[in-house]
């Protein structure tokens, strides 16, 4: 690959409730990642007991695992002096922390209980207990994995290991690498998690729902464009065969 790293981003939500991003913009080298797909297997056996073999539980399960790379001279050179600043005296010690933090639950709201789980709820004001949530003890702040228009998905970090590969007089590091792995959350999933409008949670079953509306649109192009070209060919075929 020629030319500058593109750049992405993460950014994360510490609260479910009024969206206030903290955007994490990093440089990766788009020629690696790994996107991963699983599809869980249908209830029974397929073709058996559910009578279908296509049958699915959902939509299927979808994961993503890259390195990033993260240079305090980025944002020296930045020209933003809040950047510039925490960069000059602490180098990229403010974007690792952003990272780490994802990993880390932010309080909750309820009563704990004996085994140290709150099982408080919260209501929607419907008038049902459909439209009540239970209230865990803590949860991951709320995040979207920004890679570009086409992928904005909401995810949930899994892994990450950082490497520190350069330190200035107070061993903070100046550059660093990051390995993430992120799991990426379903619109059912994040039912569970009172998506109602406003909320950053809303935010992310939009952003899940539009990234997959154009996953589909590709596709469709895709289909398209492959018609085409059949078209063509068989054509060509037939010229070919007339006399000459």
Same mark, same amino acid.
């Given at each position: 690959?020629?030319?500058?790293?593109?750049?992405?981003?993460?950014?994360?939500?510490?609260?479910?409730?009024?969206?206030?991003?903290?955007?994490?913009?990093?440089?990766?080298?788009?020629?690696?990642?790994?996107?991963?797909?699983?599809?869980?297997?249908?209830?029974?056996?397929?073709?058996?007991?559910?009578?279908?073999?296509?049958?699915?539980?959902?939509?299927?399960?979808?994961?993503?695992?890259?390195?990033?790379?993260?240079?305090?001279?980025?944002?020296?050179?930045?020209?933003?002096?809040?950047?510039?600043?925490?960069?000059?005296?602490?180098?990229?010690?403010?974007?690792?922390?952003?990272?780490?933090?994802?990993?880390?639950?932010?309080?909750?709201?309820?009563?704990?209980?004996?085994?140290?789980?709150?099982?408080?709820?919260?209501?929607?004001?419907?008038?049902?207990?459909?439209?009540?949530?239970?209230?865990?003890?803590?949860?991951?702040?709320?995040?979207?994995?920004?890679?570009?228009?086409?992928?904005?998905?909401?995810?949930?970090?899994?892994?990450?290991?950082?490497?520190?590969?350069?330190?200035?007089?107070?061993?903070?590091?100046?550059?660093?690498?990051?390995?993430?792995?992120?799991?990426? @959350?379903?619109?059912?999933? /994040?039912? #569970?998690?009172?998506? &109602?409008? %406003?909320? =950053?949670?809303?935010? *992310? !079953?939009?952003?899940?729902?539009?990234? @997959?509306?154009?996953?589909? /649109?590709? #596709?469709?192009?895709? &289909?398209? %464009?492959? =018609?085409?070209?059949? *078209? !063509?060919?068989?054509?060509?075929?037939?010229?070919?065969?007339?006399?000459?």
């Amino acid at each position: 690959m020629t030319g500058p790293l593109a750049k992405g981003a993460l950014v994360t939500y510490q609260t479910a409730g009024r969206p206030l991003p903290v955007v994490t913009v990093f440089q990766y080298n788009p020629e690696r990642m790994t996107h991963g797909w699983h599809q869980s297997a249908p209830p029974g056996k397929p073709g058996v007991e559910t009578g279908n073999p296509l049958a699915v539980r959902g939509l299927p399960e979808e994961s993503f695992e890259f390195t990033i790379y993260l240079n305090a001279d980025d944002d020296v050179v930045s020209g933003i002096p809040v950047l510039q600043q925490v960069a000059q005296r602490a180098g990229v010690s403010a974007r690792l922390a952003a990272l780490e933090l994802m990993l880390y639950p932010v309080g909750g709201t309820g009563t704990t209980s004996a085994t140290g789980q709150l099982l408080g709820t919260v209501s929607s004001g419907l008038g049902s207990s459909k439209g009540d949530w239970k209230l865990p003890n803590a949860t991951l702040p709320v995040a979207l994995f920004y890679w570009n228009a086409n992928r904005v998905v909401p995810v949930r970090v899994t892994t990450l290991s950082i490497t520190e590969t350069l330190y200035d007089e107070d061993l903070n590091p100046r550059h660093a690498e990051a390995q993430l792995g992120l799991r990426v @959350l379903t619109p059912v999933e /994040l039912a #569970a998690a009172n998506p &109602t409008p %406003g909320t =950053a949670t809303n935010l *992310a !079953v939009v952003a899940y729902n539009q990234t @997959l509306a154009r996953r589909r /649109l590709l #596709a469709t192009a895709n &289909t398209a %464009g492959n =018609a085409i070209r059949s *078209a !063509v060919s068989f054509a060509n075929s037939i010229i070919s065969q007339l006399p000459h």
